[in-house]
């Protein structure tokens, strides 16, 4: 199976920054699809970015201050927040469509990383 763990959360004043860091173990052949998803309280989860091969996909609420980036050698995704608002507090959660084999694909998800942007 594949694990994912996500580091960098914390607490950040408004106008602030963040790196989220994904780190993906276990056995497996390679990735499809990475992304970063959210859930604020009272709030569904909703997707922030997404990554597959070359291509990124954003929510509008985050285009132009939140980028998504890969580390294939690594296993790793990022997602770099900047300009960090009150509204972007939630729990943020990697995401990630991985070939556990040839003809096999399987969807995981990590704990979660708490944000909260806060004066």
């Known amino acids: 199976q594949v694990q994912l763990v996500e580091s960098g959360g914390g607490l950040v004043q408004p106008g602030g920054s963040l790196r989220l860091s994904c780190a993906a173990s276990g056995s497996f052949l390679s990735f499809n699809a990475m992304a970063w998803y959210r859930q604020a309280p009272g709030k569904q989860r909703e997707l922030v970015a997404s990554?597959?091969?070359?291509?990124?996909v954003y929510a509008d609420s985050v285009k132009g201050r939140f980028t998504i980036s890969r580390d294939n050698a690594k296993n790793t995704v990022y997602l770099q927040m900047n300009s960090l608002k009150p509204e972007d507090t939630a729990v943020y959660y990697c995401?990630?469509?991985?070939?556990?084999?040839?003809?096999?694909?399987?969807?995981?998800w990590g704990q979660g990383t708490q944000v909260t942007v806060s004066s």
């Open positions: 990554i597959s091969g070359g291509s990124t």
């Open positions: 995401n990630a469509d991985v070939w556990l084999t040839a003809w096999r694909k399987d969807n995981f």
